[in-house]
């Protein structure tokens, strides 16, 4: 029997809209190998523009995938600890 519980599958979608975009992909995916990371670090893996990036990094944020801690002028972003099905996915995905 098929469940009909509808937010449920709106908020796993709504994840994996985020997720489907290769740039936010590599974000999630080197979060999770190197734990903490600031933009200029990721602008150097990523070889994309810093405002590139720090759309995506808002795109994830919003969607509580990522969180960040300010360390002065700098900003560092990390995996949400309290999502543990985005780290559970992107593994699965990217294996």
Known sequence: ???Y??????????????LAH?????IVQGLLQNGECNV????????APQST???????????RIIE???NGLEIYYSISTSNEKIMEL???LLK
Request: charged residues 30%.
């Open 68 to 70: 960040a801690r300010r």
């Open 90 to 92: 992107v593994k699965a």
């Open 22 to 26: 290769p740039i936010r992909l590599c």
């Open 1 to 3: 029997m098929m469940e």
């Open 53 to 63: 990036i720090s759309q995506h990094l808002q795109k994830l944020k919003a969607a």
């Open 40 to 47: 200029t670090h990721m602008k150097n893996c990523l070889g």
């Open 5 to 18: 519980d509808y937010k449920k599958y709106n908020e796993a979608a709504d994840m994996l809209k985020v």
